[in-house]
C-alpha cells in the first residue's frame, strides 16, 4: 500500500455532521487556514499530496475503504494549497473541487482519525502479486 497523502483529523464543525448526514458530503480543510468556517468543516493536520489523486485510488476514512470514481479539476490543486476539497460519498456530484467516492457506508468521523489516500495498484503488481 502506497499511500499519496495522509492527514489527522483535529476538528468536526457541528455543520459539518449535517452535511455528511443529509448531503453525503465532508469539506476538509487544514486547521486554522479558514476559521470562519470551522463549523462547516472538518480540520485536519497539514498534509502533503506526493502524487494527483487520480480515479482508482481509495480513500480511508472513519474505518471505511472509498474507491474514487472522480477527481474535480481543483482537488489535486486545493489539497496542496490548503487542504481543501469536498469529499461526495455515494452520490453525485459535478463541482471541480468535489472528489466523488463509492463505497458501502458512509465514514464515521472521529478527532484523532487519519484520512488517507492509497494509490490504485498497477496492473503489473497487481500480476505479479498473483504469480507470487
Do not use: W
Not at 476559521?35 to 474505518?63: C, F, R, S, Y
Amino acid at each position: 500500500m502506497e499511500l499519496k497523502y495522509d492527514i489527522v483529523i483535529t476538528g468536526i464543525g457541528n455543520l459539518a455532521k449535517a452535511f455528511l448526514a443529509g448531503s453525503h458530503s465532508v469539506i476538509l480543510i487544514d486547521e486554522g487556514v479558514r476559521p470562519n468556517l470551522a463549523e462547516m468543516v472538518v480540520e485536519h493536520t497539514p498534509g502533503e499530496l506526493t502524487e494527483d489523486i487520480q480515479v482508482g485510488d481509495k480513500l480511508l476514512i472513519g474505518g471505511g475503504k472509498f474507491s474514487i470514481i472522480k477527481v474535480g479539476d481543483q482537488v489535486n490543486a486545493n489539497l496542496r494549497q490548503e487542504g481543501h476539497c469536498t469529499i461526495i460519498f455515494n452520490a453525485e456530484g459535478t463541482l471541480p473541487g468535489q472528489m466523488i467516492v463509492k463505497g458501502t457506508t458512509k465514514p464515521v468521523l472521529s478527532e484523532g482519525a487519519h484520512i488517507s489516500i492509497e494509490k490504485k495498484a498497477s496492473r503489473r503488481t497487481t500480476k505479479k502479486a498473483k504469480t507470487e
